[in-house]
């Protein structure tokens, strides 16, 4: 079953390392070629290396040639963060890799790599973010916020852009990620992955004497200190007692000291996961922005933040209203780009004109859903290469009622994320259709008017299932809000989710309220 290899993947990426186990447990048997790669990256992530090492079996002795292997194998696919995150997990294994090849990945990603991600859209983004690198190189530091659901091409895009950047010699790139599984723990733990990132890059060593001059506190927790040395017992003295004052101080120093000839490039992927500290340390560095060659460029899921209460909303409010940080929303493609994606991943294809039609409506324009789906049919032999051009292999009308595992499970796990009246409440709009009103809603449940109202608000700021539309007077002259489920597939996921006997007994009642008004 392919899906649950999509899923696994999916759980690696976020650090949810034993679900990760879980998904591979139910996925293609282990002589799929490479399923024991993936197992064993989840254990050795997760400590248990002796079981990392068994699901590898001889494929360690193949060292450096099965590694390559399985960079060529995905790096098309992957972005270059989680291609770095899987081949972390295969390194704490115990699998060797060609150090070169290795090095060059934090700087500029593999030619194949960046060619192959196809990303289509997102001009104004990617024009704001280049904007920001421009004013970086003349000492106006700031934070650029990439906003968006699941699924809607942050980290892509972000890819994309550092990309562009290291392959032009415009900036250093460090990469940090937060971890769910992690979120809260430790202090500052994508901070220090970023600068691990630099340390394994190829100015590594420029690094290094920069940490241990300006930021040894830092340079301490990166590179243990064993005391043998004078050097290192000079170090450990001088970190005894160290303060979170001192921490944030000499992590601005060691920004400014690595950033003096060219910008710094500081990608925090996934900040709804930030510990309290990293935050505290980013409100930190924003006060030197002024001067310093620096772009810190943050990932996260609006809804996430909300429903965490999370303490950087405070800060990005506090950071845009003194003109430090902008927020970069990532929208839905529209249905020309989605042509163009199938232009890219499928080139020379001969498939009719409504096809790309197809796709958007099924998807609605989700990036996740769209490459998930195109994939899928890819795989099942629904479209097919035939003498070098790609055609359906299936009629529209087939296809058209196919729907990849993958997506339904990233659709089922957020709607799992509601309350049971919330979800009660969608499920019964989601009779009336993929719009709806408010008022009938509230009629059929037998509810406040205003108490539906302000669910609806809360659902679409905090948990991005509905948008508002607009306002509206029905016939009987009752005043509606007008809302509409962000992603047709949300509706009909709830849709079905309702019993035969429950979507009879609703159908009826929207049918004789909407009659009545």
């Known amino acids: 079953r392919w899906y649950e290899l999509v899923l696994a993947i999916g759980e690696y990426r976020l650090g949810r390392y034993q679900e990760a186990l879980d998904e591979l447990a139910r996925a293609h048997p282990l002589d799929y070629p490479w399923k024991s790669a993936y197992v064993a990256a989840a254990h050795a992530q997760l400590g248990d290396v002796e079981a990392a090492r068994r699901a590898l079996d001889d494929r360690l002795a193949g060292g450096a040639d099965f590694a390559r292997s399985f960079r060529d194998q995905f790096e098309r696919w992957f972005e270059p963060s989680l291609m770095e995150h899987l081949m972390d997990g295969l390194r704490k294994a115990g699998l060797e890799e060609d150090g070169a090849r290795r090095g060059s990945e934090h700087d500029t990603p593999h030619e194949d790599a960046r060619g192959a991600r196809h990303t289509v859209g997102r001009q104004a983004e990617r024009d704001g973010l280049r904007a920001a690198l421009e004013a970086a190189h003349e000492g106006r530091g700031s934070l650029v916020c990439v906003a968006g659901e ?299 008017s205003d108490q539906v109202e302000e669910r609806l608000d809360r659902l679409e700021r905090v948990h991005a299932f509905v948008k508002l539309t607009g306002e509206a007077e029905l016939p009987d002259r009752t005043l509606t809000l007008r809302d509409q489920f962000v992603h047709v597939l949300y509706q009909n996921a709830l849709y079905a989710s309702l019993r035969a006997t429950r979507k009879a007994t609703l159908s009826r009642e929207f049918g004789q309220a909407l009659e009545r008004v």
Not at 172 to 184: D, I, K, P, W, Y
Not at 217 to 233: H, N
Not at 243 to 251: P, V
Not at 420 to 442: C, H, K, M, T
């Open 150 to 448: 699941p699924g809607i091409g942050k980290t892509t895009l972000v890819e994309g852009f550092l990309a562009d950047a290291a392959a032009d010699g415009r900036g250093t790139v460090a990469r940090g990620r937060c971890s769910e599984r992690l979120a809260g723990s430790d202090a500052y733990l994508p901070v220090l992955e970023a600068l691990d990132s630099l340390l394994q890059g190829r100015e590594g060593a420029a690094v290094a004497q920069a940490l241990k001059r300006v930021a040894p506190v830092w340079y301490a927790q990166l590179a243990p200190l064993s005391g043998q040395s004078d050097e290192s017992t000079r170090l450990l003295e001088e970190i005894k007692g160290a303060t979170q004052e001192r921490l944030k101080r000499e992590f601005v120093a060691l920004v400014r000291e690595v950033s003096s000839s060219s910008p710094l490039v500081l990608f925090l992927d996934d900040l709804h996961w930030a510990d309290v500290s990293t935050v505290d340390l980013l409100s930190f560095l924003a006060g030197s922005f002024d001067g310093t060659k620096v772009l810190v460029v943050a990932t996260y899921r609006p809804s996430d933040m909300l429903l965490a209460k999370h303490p950087f909303l405070q800060i990005k409010t506090d950071l845009q209203a003194r003109g430090l940080a902008r927020e970069l929303l990532l929208e839905f493609l529209q249905e020309s780009e989605v042509a163009d994606y199938l232009a890219l991943e499928l080139p020379g294809h001969r498939f009719p004109p409504e096809f790309p039609a197809l796709i958007h409506a099924k998807t609605e324009g989700s990036p996740l859903f769209m490459a998930d789906l195109v994939r899928y049919l890819r795989d099942k032999g629904a479209i097919a290469e035939v003498d070098g051009h790609w055609t359906l292999e299936q009629g529209l009308p087939d296809i058209e009622r196919e729907l990849p595992e993958s997506v339904r499970g990233m659709i089922e796990r957020k709607i799992g994320q509601l309350g049971d009246d919330d979800r009660q409440l969608l499920a019964a709009a989601s009779v009336q259709g993929a719009a709806f009103d408010s008022a009938v809603v509230a009629g059929v449940l037998d509810l406040p």
